[in-house]
């Protein structure tokens, strides 16, 4: 969180269409401003999981962890991951999704991220088609307004 | 399970703020009734405590019981039979072991060793870094799983303030407080005792009051920018006492122990070159002894910790200069905190019992401090008037090293009841 330009756009856009937004992690990664942008921070994964109605999964990122925020991805794991065993406890369905590239066994357990109620993939995917989007229209592209509703028919 | 009634004692708990004389009732190793002439079944164990104080069993949130590493001085077993000789159901064990207390290996560890000599009950606290380094943060929640109340480099400070701010964040996810031996090692670097008139009449290198107090300013502003738990160890200056009363007044989670041999004793014990007049944090000066006085009285100072500190002979009859620090205190600190605090009319026997037992049970979030009906029956019978005197042979700590041998002391335990069983008995060896 501390890192992640993920987090940071995820707030403003979830916010932005009324989505109600509460971040979870340990306190060594979440600053503590964050609490000032209207967000909810819960300390504990397991009130995090009975909250939601979907998580999003981040990356723990291992390139930046040499400043010592966390002991270990062991601990991480057995602290913070979205294990099968932790979502079975919430007993209702929780849409999962990753930004990717993945920790399997660090932030998400694989059977939850290949399982039943996991929406990874087609978030890869509708991440390719919103970015390249973006990028037409930054560099000038009109959208075309004709096209849109047909791609919504099929 | 056993059934066990303490008879006509003066029942304090400080709890509950209550304090008059009642029969205390124990049943399947919780308090089933506290109350005036409780009738009692056949065959169940009956212990007389008129004239003696029943209260909830002492709690020490800073004791070295030296297992692994160091048993020729100390082992769980002989360490938590002298605390419960000393009126303490439980002691929490600070991680500067060897190997050191940084996993849930080591922690798991100290939990059954303490298990196994079922007397006092122990906890561990766990090192902060790995090693005791002061550079890896270690695994708090495993840990914490394994037993593990706090977290601690105590031996030594919690070496940047990097780490202490990771630490006081990390270990809010669960729940427990970072406990910090404050001493700024480059200026306490080489000192044997305090820094002041004493010193320089033996020729001795000090460690200033400084060293203490600007860790301790430190540990309160990183406190602050942290919303984390700091306690903090063994205060012992002037100075820290009225960092420590500004950081409460506003309102931070900053916790604070002293030990009896800081309100006891001051640096003038070390003419003579008495090695046990040698710890760390050292003796200080007449006004800093005053300071931790009233900071006990008024809470600035919240509990009294023995940071009990067992040495073999072998290692504490050197030069002063090369002989280590600390003292042994579970057995003496009663005797020590109604001598010096409650006969001169400092705090009351029930304010000393909170200091001892109540708060500190809440600052570490640790079950007991409270006769309330239900709560484990962590007890103590105590004799609050008697005058003993230290001998080596009625101690029960493997080491000796402490300076209040051959002096008076008043109050003693007579009984330490652990979840209901007695653990420790002074009529079954009485002191001659």
């Known amino acids: 969180m501390l890192h992640s330009r993920v987090a940071r756009s995820n707030i403003w856009g979830l916010l932005k269409l009324g989505a109600e937004v509460a971040i979870c992690g340990p306190a060594t990664l979440i600053p503590r401003e964050f609490a000032e942008l209207g967000i909810t921070i819960l300390p504990r994964i397991e009130d995090a999981i009975a909250w939601a109605d979907a998580l999003n999964v981040l990356r723990l990122q291992l390139e930046r962890m040499q400043g010592g925020f966390i002991p270990s991805l062991r601990e991480y794991n057995r602290v913070f991951g979205v294990t099968r065993e932790r979502l079975a406890r919430a007993g209702r369905e929780i849409v999962i999704l990753h930004p990717g590239p993945m920790n399997r066994g660090v932030e998400i357990d694989s059977d939850v991220a290949d399982g039943p109620a996991s929406v990874i993939l087609p978030q890869v995917t509708n991440g390719v088609a919103v970015r390249m989007a973006v990028l037409y229209l930054l560099a000038g592209g009109a959208p075309d307004w004709r096209v849109a509703p047909q791609a919504d028919d099929r | 399970m056993t059934e066990l009634l303490i008879r006509g004692g003066r029942v304090i708990d400080p709890s509950r703020n209550t304090d008059g004389v009642a029969d205390l009732y124990i049943k399947d190793g919780r308090i089933e009734a506290v109350g005036r002439n409780i009738p009692v079944g056949q065959g169940i164990e009956v212990i007389d405590a008129a004239e003696k104080v029943v209260a909830p069993g002492l709690i020490d949130l800073h004791v070295h019981l030296r297992e692994p590493g160091f048993e020729h001085a100390e082992t769980i077993a002989t360490g938590a039979l002298s605390a419960a000789a000393g009126g303490f159901t439980a002691v929490c064990a600070m991680p500067n072991t060897d190997p050191v207390t940084d996993s849930q290996a080591t922690v798991g560890f100290v939990v059954r060793q303490s298990i196994r000599a079922g007397k006092a009950r122990v906890y561990p606290i766990g090192a902060v870094s790995l090693g005791q380094k002061g550079e890896q943060l270690t695994e708090f929640g495993e840990m914490v799983q394994a037993g593990a109340v706090a977290v601690s480099d105590d031996g030594q400070p919690v070496a940047t303030s990097h780490l202490m701010r990771t630490a006081l964040e990390y270990a809010k996810t669960f729940g427990i407080p970072v406990a910090d031996h404050c001493e700024d090692m480059s200026l306490a670097a080489g000192g044997a005792m305090h820094e002041g008139l004493i010193a320089a009449r033996l020729g001795l290198k000090g460690i200033p009051s400084a060293a203490e107090e600007i860790m301790v300013a430190r540990d309160i502003i990183l406190a602050e920018l942290t919303g984390g738990h700091v306690h903090l160890c063994h205060m012992s200056t002037r100075g820290s006492v009225e960092l ?189």
């Open chain 2, 244 to 432: 420590i009363r500004w950081a409460k007044s506003k309102g931070l989670k900053v916790t604070a122990e002293a030990t009896p041999h800081h309100f006891t004793l001051t640096h003038e014990r070390c003419l003579g070159y008495d090695t046990n007049a040698k710890m760390n944090p050292p003796l200080r000066e007449d006004a800093d002894r005053e300071a931790i006085r009233l900071g006990l009285k008024d809470g600035t100072i919240d509990c009294i910790a023995s940071d009990h500190a067992p040495h073999h002979y072998d290692t504490k009859e050197r030069e002063f200069d090369d002989a280590p620090n600390g003292i042994i205190g579970l057995e003496t600190a009663f005797g020590l905190a109604v001598r010096e605090l409650v006969e001169p009319g400092l705090i009351s026997l029930p304010e000393l019992l909170a200091r001892m037992s109540t708060v500190p049970a809440r600052i570490f979030h640790l079950p007991g401090g409270s006769l309330a009906v239900g709560a484990p029956a962590d007890v103590v019978v105590l004799d609050a008037s008697r005058r003993w005197t230290v001998r080596r042979e009625d101690l029960h700590s493997r080491s000796a090293n402490s300076p209040f041998m051959g002096e008076t002391l008043t109050g003693q335990a007579d009984v330490t009841i652990v979840g209901g069983r007695v653990v420790f008995n002074r009529a079954d060896r009485p002191v001659s």
